[in-house]
Each structure stands twice: as structure tokens, then as C-alpha cells.
């Protein structure tokens, strides 16, 4: 059922024409944490024109995969904003996550996830913590490309791309310049994963070029999390690929205090979704024990998304005068340190009765005149001199070793071309292995162009051909590229 409804609260403030925005009330605690930022919403002045749709747990039952109907999505293409509460994904069965699906169908690339510690007014060791997260939200392992190739071994596919790349990283500076930021760090595995998340460093340099008023850095992955983890006050925009991305948020929004105090923004140049990052926390469900904070604080980034600063403001502000006066959801209450447990609806009435009012230690906040961060789509880039060089040919060859391995693969080489190499999980076996390597039933053989010899599809197709009649069972190639010059492929380890 779609319900059309119009908030105009009496905010003292010259009301822009309502917004259109899309509103799911979701599962789990969902419901009751989404009424109460409504009620805050319009108490506040907030002027949306609100359709509401339904998704979640009692959809997926329906049938609907994606856990969202078709109809569904005519709302989100008409209002183009979508404000979410979180939602139940049910376990095994097939079951798609429902954000995933949102963030790809509607191109939603950018993951903003602010990460403040509201010191003193809620219990941190990170007093000084405020960072923002900027994440990839379509790329990398989440293409959801896995494959079983043999009896031992799967796959997932991990895509990055120049475009994908160029535009997370400019968001990441803009973002910065935009709300007056002085550093952005990136953090890659780039050590070991030099084409995927190479790509990822070396665009991030080549952006950072741009902006020459704000400090960039690089950080390999898992020392840049220790660091995040440890002394977050280092940092100040971080911009990462999308699983680190993923990971790395909801640590650093944790150790801010609660989880439930972490509000995120999806944004792509068609539309943008508002969501707290916490789950919809069943065993807490009908409680009215739940933190609407997170979802408040998406609210106040869709307002100001929406054109609607001033009210961001009022709300922001009151919200942060009533933790700063101890009022407190079971999830930040601290004997001692707080003054009342109050629960969700009650919590949203101390909001309420605070709008107007600014906090006295935390600093107030300002959403006024910021600039709206540009979204541009990427240069279009000349097209690289692209050569066949070679193939890597997967194999599924239980209890093969490498030796009679590569006697066999040798027996199908060509004038052109020649084994190079035999690999197993990554690791050179042929030549000069070592007996110590553990070898699965997955092997790749490395087929290269003999120096100055041409390599071309009909030669790739005959090579197949007789490792088939050679009684092996190819189970997946990958053509191996030079783009002006430059080898796209990565040497075994060992190599
Ligand atoms: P969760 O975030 O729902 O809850 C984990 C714990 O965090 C809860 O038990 C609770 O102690 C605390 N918590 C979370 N939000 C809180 C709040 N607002 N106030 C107070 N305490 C809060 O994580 P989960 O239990 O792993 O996931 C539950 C369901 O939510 C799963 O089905 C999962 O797939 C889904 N989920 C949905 C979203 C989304 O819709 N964006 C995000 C994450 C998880």
C-alpha cells in the first residue's frame, strides 16, 4: 500500500516546496525507530511530500527475492530519495540483500558514513574521533560473480574499475573541500593486489593531484585499520574500495560509541538513500528500547541533501542538547555518567521539546551555505593498444603432479607458443616447484608467445582443443593482454 502524506510541522523557519521522498518503515525495530524521526522530522518543520512502500522479511516470504516488489521501484524512480529503515535479510534460502540491490539498481556508488564521538556526553575512548567514511558501493568482491570449479575450489570475481574508481575518489576530495575538510587517506592491499587494488591506489594519486589543497595519504589496509581502530583522531576522510569499506565503517562507527548513533548516505547521480547503518536488531523489536539516533542523523543528512539546511540544524542540534543533557537510550546509558534511561518514543519527545535549542559543549552544527558536492561523470579516456600475449588455463586435475602435469600441457604447445608456467592456488609449481607446496585439484598453466611470435584467438581455440583430446578437463581461461605495452596480467608468486 502506498500512503501519500504531507508533513508541515510548524517549523519557524520559510518552508521550501515539499520534497518527495519514499519512506520504508522496515522490520525488527525498524517501525518504531522510523516513527519516532518522522515525528521529530515534522515537529521540526521538515517539508516532504511522503509515499511509503514496503519491504523486508514479510516480501521476501512473498516470493519477491530481493525482499522489494517491482511496484516499488516506481516510487524510488519518482521521488528519487529514500529513506530507510533497516530490514530483516532471512537466512539461507536464496535471499538477495535487499541493499545491495538498491545501491546497484540505482547506481548509488558513494557510501557516506560519518563517524563523530560525542564526548562527553556519551562514553568513548576516542574523545577526539571524526572521521568520515567514503566506501565504494558497487564494485569489488560485491559483484557477486562466484563460481565452483572443481571439487575442492571456488571463486569470487573481485571487479574494480577506472570509472568505478574516478568517481569514489573524487566524491572522497569533493566531500572534503565541500564541508571543509584538510585530508583524505586511502587505504588498498595494493602490496598484494597490484592490478585491482593498484588501479584503486593509482587513481586515488592521480585525483589527489587535483586538489591540492587538501593532504592525501595512502595506508596498506591492515595497518591503516589498526591505526583507525586505535587513534582515530589521525584521520579525517577515508576512502576506500568497497569490502574494506564495508568492514572498516562499522568499526569506526562502534568506537564512537554505539552502533546505534551511526547514520549513512548512498548517494549516485540519479537518486540517494538515507539509512542508520545498524541492522533491525530482532530480539530487540517492540521494545521501544531502541536508539533512533542513527536514523535521525540519515534524516538530518537527507534534509540537507533535500535543500533543507536549516531544518538539518534545528534537528542536529536539539538532538545533540538531549544526550548532552544525559538523556539516554538503554545503548548509551552509563550509570553515573547519564541522567535518564528513556526509551524510543520518549527519546524523540526530548528531541522535540528541545528543537530551538543549541548543545553547550558539543559543537553546534552548520549545514548553511556548504556547497552541494558536484557529482561528475568520468572523462571518457582514450582506448589503450590492446595485443594477445598469451592464456591462462584453468584446469580441475585431481591427484595431478606438476611434473607429469606439465609433460602433458608441454605435448599441446605450438611453434608460437609455450608453457611458461604451472601454478596452484597462485603459488609457481612448474618450474622449479618446491615438494612443501600444498596442491589442490586446481591448477592454472600459463601459455605465452614465444619472442617475436603472434598469438591470436584461432591459436588459443587449437590449443583448448587438444588439451580436450588430451583428456583434460578445462574448467575456465583468462587471455593474457598487454595494453599499451603494459602487462594486464600479475606473475605468479614465485615467479
Ligand atoms: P543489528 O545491527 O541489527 O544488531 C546488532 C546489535 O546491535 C543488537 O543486538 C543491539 O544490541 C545493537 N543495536 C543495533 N541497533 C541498535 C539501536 N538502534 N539501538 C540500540 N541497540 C542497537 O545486527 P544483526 O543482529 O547482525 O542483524 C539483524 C538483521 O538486520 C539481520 O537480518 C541483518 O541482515 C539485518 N541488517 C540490515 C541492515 C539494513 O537494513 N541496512 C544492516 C545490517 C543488518
Redesign the pocket.
Known amino acids: 500500500m502506498t500512503l501519500h502524506q504531507t508533513l508541515t510541522g510548524p517549523g519557524a523557519v520559510p518552508a521550501p516546496a515539499p520534497a518527495p521522498v519514499t519512506v520504508a518503515r ?4 525498524g517501525p518504531e ?1 522510523m516513527e519516532a524521526c518522522l515525528r521529530v522530522l515534522e515537529a521540526a518543520g521538515a517539508r516532504l511530500a511522503i509515499e511509503e512502500i514496503e519491504l523486508g522479511e514479510a516480501v521476501y516470504r512473498q516470493g519477491h527475492s530481493a525482499g522489494i516488489r517491482p511496484e516499488s521501484w516506481d516510487s524510488l524512480r519518482r521521488t528519487r530519495v529514500f529513506y ?7 537466512q539461507g534460502g536464496g535471499f538477495k540483500s ?2 545491495v540491490t538498491v545501491r546497484k539498481t540505482l547506481g548509488l556508488f558513494a557510501n557516506v558514513r560519518p563517524c563523530a564521538a560525542y564526548a562527553p556526553a556519551i562514553a568513548t575512548r576516542h574523545p577526539g574521533m571524526d572521521v568520515v567514511i567514503v566506501r565504494e558501493n558497487e564494485e569489488d568482491l560485491y559483484a557477486g560473480i562466484e563460481h565452483r570449479q572443481t571439487d575442492e575450489v571456488v571463486q569470487c570475481l573481485k571487479l574494480i574499475t577506472r570509472p568505478g574508481c574516478e568517481r569514489i575518489v573524487r566524491y572522497a576530495f569533493d566531500h572534503a573541500r565541500a564541508h571543509g575538510r584538510r585530508k583524505v587517506s586511502c587505504f588498498t592491499k595494493d602490496n598484494i593486489m597490484k592490478l585491482t587494488d593498484g588501479l584503486f591506489h593509482r587513481v586515488f594519486d592521480e585525483v589527489a593531484a587535483e586538489y591540492p589543497d587538501i593532504e592525501s595519504e595512502h595506508w596498506i589496509v591492515d595497518i591503516g585499520a589498526a591505526k583507525l581502530a586505535d587513534s582515530p583522531e589521525m584521520f579525517d576522510v577515508v576512502v576506500l574500495p568497497n569490502l574494506y569499506g564495508d568492514i572498516l565503517s562499522d568499526v569506526a562507527a562502534q568506537i564512537t560509541g ?3 548513533l551511526g547514520a549513512s548516505a548512498n548517494i549516485g547521480e540519479h537518486a540517494a538513500m538515507f ?10 523489536a517492540g521494545q521501544d ?7 535521525l542523523l540519515a534524516g538530518v543528512m537527507m534534509l540537507v541533501h533535500l535543500g533543507q539546511p536549516e531544518v538539518a540544524e534545528r534537528i542536529h542540534n536539539a538532538w545533540a542538547r538531549t544526550i548532552e543533557d544525559g538523556l539516554h ?3 548509551i546509558f552509563r550509570e553515573g555518567a547519564s541522567r535518564e534511561r528513556l526509551g524510543t518514543r520518549a527519546f524523540a519527545d526530548a528531541v522535540i521539546a528541545r528543537l530551538g535549542e543549541a548543545p553547550r559543549q558539543l559543537r553546534p552544527a552548520s549545514y548553511a551555505g556548504r556547497p552541494a558536492i558536484p557529482l561528475r561523470p568520468p572523462a571518457p579516456r582514450p582506448r589503450a593498444q590492446k595485443v594477445l600475449v598469451g592464456v591462462d588455463v584453468f584446469l580441475h586435475a585431481p591427484d595431478a603432479r606438476p611434473d607429469a602435469l606439465a609433460q602433458t600441457l608441454r605435448a599441446a604447445e605450438d611453434g608460437p607458443y609455450a608453457l611458461s608456467l604451472i601454478t596452484n592456488r597462485g603459488v609457481k609449481v612448474w618450474p622449479d616447484g618446491l615438494p612443501e607446496t600444498f596442491c589442490t585439484d586446481h591448477w592454472r598453466a600459463r601459455f605465452t608467445a614465444r619472442p617475436g611470435a603472434p598469438f591470436n584467438k584461432p591459436m588459443l581455440l587449437g590449443l583448448l582443443s587438444r588439451l580436450h583430446y588430451a583428456g583434460l578437463d578445462v574448467v575456465k581461461t583468462e587471455n593474457l593482454y598487454t595494453f599499451d605495452g603494459e602487462p594486464g596480467f600479475s606473475l605468479g608468486q614465485g615467479q
Open positions: 522496515g522490520d525488527g525495530i525507530i530507510k529503515a533497516p530490514i530483516t535479510t532471512p535487499l541493499n554505539s552502533v546505534g539509512e542508520a547503518i545498524h541492522g533491525s536488531a530482532p530480539r530487540h528500547t531502541a536508539n533512533p539516533s542513527g536514523l537510550t538503554r545503548d
